[in-house]
């Protein structure tokens, strides 16, 4: 039990080194502010993985852990308590959220040390660490509502972290208020519930919701709808993914780190906590899983058209995200964490890698300017294969594939799946392959184009080098029937969710449909060979077709989204604002203003500047005084 | 001893204050207005006087011994504005410091 006291740590310290580097500003040398930056997260990932171990090797009574820490507040029946609850989804996440978090940190003290920002940077870091963990960890919604606005916080003020762009500040502006969309939608939902079922504790939420309401019931559908709202807008799915590939002007760290392996999971988090209000509303389920499948189609394309190398990476997270939420939408819970945390760590180590290619080639992102790389920067080179690999879901060798293959096999199998969700699955696998390595060939192979300048160093390359393995045998832990049938991390998570109910099916159509999932990747890689390699001329020619240049211009755009929301919204709220300015609530107020200035300009005549006069006054207002004494 | 009524003294402390108030407000000679103040000041003592007489009671005598402190810590610093006074604006008429009329 002893480990189990020590988890308020594993927040607090990361809390604990912002305060400390906001606290001494740039007052400490570099090398101690990356000690405390990296430090703090990298205490915070040992207790986690001791707890852990603890966790696995002798699990508490009811497989979770509450720690009260104490209670926040207690207004008339309203008592919400700072506790966190282990599981073990939340032991998935706190994990995945410390081990990737300290790598980055770690990478970051390289990445980062040119930079005037470099405590500022550290300070931000360590508060979205604690904050991601106060979300995952949290044992009621308000508690991991703190950690959802924390978490965008700071991912706001790490997007606009060079402010003195003002396109930065523009990304930034633009992530806030798009998740603010989303975030405002799950507050309402959080105010529902309460209002509801009386309590924002989750267990206890969860118990109420199930005796309450059943399946179907209009109350579960518009509480799990407004949670997915603020689902959609922190992981930035279909209709609130716009902000997501602007977020990359942020320096890449913070891209790896908060836009693609951590805070942009939040939602897919707060879905499968909240899993049972989902399970209560069969249709808002279905439109996670449409949303999920339609996502990562629109996203993969995007991706195959993007020059700007972050930019793919981009998109394929939003891809990524989308068949983590197709996932939970036909109730495979457990598939979406495991492929929550495979993604974590290639997509990581995709981001870490373009970091190093960015910075050696001078602020560098368009890929087209880069090329033949794989000479100068071995090491980057196959660690960026690996990840794209896995990225790619490259049968047997990647952890990539395990995940997305139980992804899909659930998408068929289960209740709720179908086999155009699986289709759907199945084109985003091809997709996938074909964008990541049409990113590999463009910045790895072909001509060398430019002579990089800077080569990594050792905290650059160990978490590189980390990443990479775990992106390989991070998958091992679970795999289909007819690759040895493991089932490691799904038996562990059923511990906290419910496993997925599948429709019986054959085993032929099991082996049938992996056979089927395991060729689209390398077909993909295949075609990506062919079009952006063998014969990048072809692809050229066919760009330029007049269909051709309008698609490519379409997918480049995002599928025209911002273009829509420009139209639709923020032209029409601007010119409603221009009108707006000088309607009639302002009159009071103008009103004011003149009245004032004409009392002004009659006063200011009594100021004649002669002593005597202001006597004078001084004695009219004590005779008036003294006679309103006497007399009244 | 025939005692002085209190109303005397208080009717001589009227028609002090009210000497003085108009020597402050008529005079523009900045030394007469603070002389006049004093005048006022004087006045206001002895009003406490005769009403602490009046009442048997010593706090009359001891407000005058304020009364008479702050009088001449008044008298310090008014003579020595009215000197700078005097130095920059080579007059005592007070209407000729009017710079800061509205």
């Known amino acids: 039990m002893i480990m189990f006291k020590l988890l308020w740590l594993i927040p607090a310290l990361p809390f604990a080194g912002f305060i400390i580097l906001a606290l001494t500003g740039s007052r400490l040398t570099r090398t101690r502010t990356a000690v405390i930056g990296a430090g703090s997260a990298g205490l915070s990932m040992v207790i986690t993985i001791l707890t852990g171990i603890r966790f696995i090797g002798s699990p508490p009574p009811g497989n979770a852990y509450v720690q009260v820490l104490w209670t926040w507040m207690s207004v008339g029946g309203f008592r919400p308590e700072i506790a966190f609850r282990l599981d073990a989804l939340s032991l998935a996440m706190i994990t995945v959220v410390t081990a990737v978090g300290f790598l980055i940190h770690l990478y970051s003290s390289e990445f980062m040390a040119g930079d005037e920002g470099y405590s500022r940077f550290f300070a931000y870091m360590n508060l979205f660490v604690g904050s991601m963990l106060t979300l995952v960890l949290a044992d009621n919604l308000l508690l ?41 939608a799950m507050g309402i939902g959080l105010f529902l519930l309460f209002t509801v079922l009386g309590t924002l504790q989750i267990q206890e939420l969860m118990q109420r919701a199930l005796q309450q309401w059943g399946s179907g019931n209009v109350m579960a559908g518009a509480a799990a709808a407004l949670l997915l709202g603020g689902a959609l807008g922190k992981s930035a799915q279909l209709p609130l993914q716009t902000w997501l590939p602007d977020a990359m002007a942020g320096p890449t760290p913070v891209s790896a780190l908060i836009h693609a392996a951590t805070m942009v999971t939040a939602g897919v988090y707060l879905i499968a906590r909240t899993h049972v209000l989902f399970s209560l509303a069969p249709l808002v389920q279905a439109a996670v899983a449409v949303i999920g499948a339609v996502t990562l189609l629109i996203a993969g394309f995007s991706a195959l058209t993007q020059s700007d190398i972050k930019r793919v990476l981009a998109y394929s997270t939003i891809s990524q995200i989308g068949y983590m939420f197709l996932a939970l939408g036909v109730g495979a819970w457990s598939a979406a964490i495991f492929h929550f945390m495979t993604h974590a760590f290639f997509k990581a180590l995709l981001f870490l890698g373009a970091g190093v290619v960015i910075l050696g080639l001078h602020n560098e992102h368009n890929m087209f300017k880069m090329g033949g790389l794989r000479k100068q920067l071995p090491l980057t080179f196959w660690t960026f294969l690996i990840g794209a690999a896995s990225l790619s879901a490259l049968p047997l ?66 978490p590189l080098i980390i990443l990479a393995v775990l992106s390989i045998i991070g998958g091992f832990v679970e795999t289909p029937a007819s690759l040895g049938g493991l089932h490691i991390f799904t038996k562990f998570m059923y511990t906290a969710l419910p496993p997925v109910v599948n429709l019986p099916l054959p085993a032929t159509g099991e082996f049938i449909l992996e056979i089927e999932a395991a060729l689209a990747p390398p077909i993909g890689i295949f075609i990506a060979y062919l079009f952006f390699l063998y014969r990048p001329r072809y692809t050229g020619r066919l760009a330029s077709t007049p269909s051709g240049s309008a698609l490519h211009r379409f997918w480049f755009s995002g599928w025209g989204f911002d273009w829509i929301y420009d139209r639709i919204i923020v032209r029409p709220f601007l010119w409603f604002a221009r009108i707006d300015k000088n309607d009639f609530l302002d009159l009071p107020y103008l009103g004011t203003i003149w009245a004032g200035k004409g009392v002004n300009r009659l006063l200011v005549h009594t100021q004649t500047g002669k002593v005597r006069w202001y006597a004078v006054g001084i004695v009219i207002g004590a005779i008036l005084a003294l006679s309103a004494m006497v007399f009244l | 001893m025939a005692s002085v009524p209190v109303e005397y003294g208080l009717i001589l402390a009227g028609i002090l204050f009210i000497l003085g108030l108009l020597g402050v407000l008529v005079r523009r000679n900045i030394i007469f207005i603070l002389l006049s103040i004093e005048v006022m000041l004087n006045s206001a003592g002895l009003a406490f006087i005769a009403a602490g007489y009046r009442w048997g009671q010593p706090d009359g005598q001891i407000m005058f011994f304020f009364i008479l402190a702050m009088a001449a810590t008044e008298v310090a610093v008014g003579l020595a504005l009215a000197l700078q006074f005097y130095n920059k604006t080579r007059t005592l008429d007070t209407d000729a410091a009017s710079r800061m009329r509205g």
């Open chain 1, 144 to 184: 991991l509502y703190l950690g959802w606005e924390g978490v965008g916080l700071c991912s706001y003020l790490l997007i606009g972290f060079w402010y003195k762009d003002t396109y930065n500040g523009y990304a930034a502006r633009k992530a806030f208020v798009v998740t603010r969309i989303g975030d405002t």
């Open chain 1, 397 to 462: 060798v990647t952890a990539g594939y395990y995940s997305k293959d139980l992804i899909l096999y659930s998408a068929w199998a289960s209740e709720a799946g179908s086999p155009l969700l699986w289709a759907a699955g199945l084109a985003g696998a091809l997709l996938t392959a074909l964008y990541t390595f049409r990113m590999v060939f463009l910045v790895f192979f072909g001509e060398e184009k430019t002579r990089v300048e800077r080569k990594p160093g050792m905290q650059i390359k160990i």
